[in-house]
């Protein structure tokens, strides 16, 4: 199934499943009262979900506002310097365990939604990212074991303020301006993608390919990523982890290519989708 999170016409939230570019089974309708938001409805298991796909009213996508695929999620994770073509390019060395820090949900946006650009910066940096979605709660969970703890997967675009993630050691300033979270447009459960190490993460500005690579490029892996993280948190369904981003990123090319209004910005991922967002100003 590929689960979208919604805004209607009458301004309820609401969660569906995507049949086609163009129709949406709307799952809340049916499953509302019992599980209140995506993010309760992937803890029930999908049993649920799948039995009311045949039954949910439909509704164009024309009727709907996408909102982050997640809009609510308990953690947003983000694993940086993960793909060694990205390393190499910020000349960090090898560690040994992955780089973490953390998003917030209020930077989060859809696919559609314009990417932010604030008026204390013009260094705004594409990340385009693999996100995997909880499923089933865990703490201490093996990596051979972390695939039955993930629901599914989506694109994401880890949008940066790269000054404002100079200011100090710390990457949170430049990575949690509103509107720089780019999560969509669909969660597209583990089942239909298993085998997600195998497919092609792509990002392109204005239709130029800037990033490109397998996600068996990832220096630490789907399973070590939540191993690693579920030791010091417990993962709880609905928690989002950004697996990083290949090289190719705009602040390390000559000359830097900095996102301005006007661009468009693609993350693909085959087989899970392209998240699209153009860019824009902040009104002040």
């Known amino acids: 199934m590929r689960l979208l999170s919604f805004v209607g016409r009458n301004g309820q939230s609401g969660?569906?499943?995507?049949?086609?570019?163009?129709?949406?089974?709307?799952?809340?309708?049916?499953?509302?009262?019992?599980?209140?938001?995506?993010k309760s409805l992937l803890a029930s298991g999908l049993d649920d979900a799948k039995a009311a796909v045949a039954i949910a009213p439909?509704?164009?996508?024309?009727?709907?506002?996408?909102?982050?695929?997640?809009?609510?999620?308990?953690?947003?994770?983000?694993?940086?310097?993960?793909?060694?073509?990205?390393?190499?390019?910020?000349?960090?060395?090898?560690?040994e365990h992955p780089s973490i820090f953390t998003r917030f949900a209020a930077s989060q946006i859809a696919d559609g939604d314009p990417i932010i650009r604030p008026h204390v910066s013009t260094t705004l940096d594409y990340e385009g990212e693999l996100a995997i979605v909880i499923g089933r709660p865990g703490r201490y969970?093996?990596?051979?074991?972390?695939?039955?703890?993930?629901?599914?997967?989506?694109?994401?675009?880890?949008?940066?303020?790269?000054?404002?993630?100079?200011?100090?050691?710390?990457f949170t300033p430049g990575k949690n301006f509103v509107g720089t979270g780019a999560f969509g447009p669909a969660l597209v459960t583990s089942d239909e993608v298993p085998n997600i190490e195998a497919q092609t993460l792509t990002t392109r500005l204005n239709g130029e390919v800037m990033q490109q690579a397998k996600i068996s490029d990832m220096i630490f892996s789907i399973g070590e990523i939540i191993a690693y993280v579920?030791?010091?948190?417990?993962?709880?369904?609905?928690?989002?982890?950004?697996?990083?981003?290949?090289?190719?990123?705009?602040?390390?090319?000559?000359?830097?290519?900095?996102?301005?209004?006007?661009?468009?910005?693609e993350v693909e991922i085959t087989q899970v989708g392209i998240l699209r967002n153009p860019i824009a100003d902040e009104i002040a």
């Open 230 to 265: 579920s030791s010091f948190t417990p993962l709880e369904p609905g928690d989002v982890i950004a697996t990083g981003t290949p090289g190719g990123v705009g602040a390390k090319r000559q000359p830097p290519v900095w996102m301005k209004p006007g661009d468009l910005v």
């Open 58 to 95: 439909v509704l164009s996508r024309h009727e709907v506002h996408l909102l982050a695929v997640i809009p609510n999620p308990e953690k947003i994770i983000c694993v940086g310097l993960n793909y060694v073509t990205h390393r190499t390019e910020t000349g960090r060395p090898v560690e």
């Open 141 to 170: 969970i093996p990596a051979e074991r972390a695939h039955e703890h993930v629901a599914g997967y989506a694109c994401y675009n880890d949008a940066t303020l790269r000054d404002w993630q100079r200011h100090s050691h710390q």
């Open 15 to 38: 969660y569906g499943a995507q049949l086609n570019d163009q129709r949406i089974a709307n799952l809340s309708a049916i499953l509302g009262h019992r599980y209140p938001d995506l």
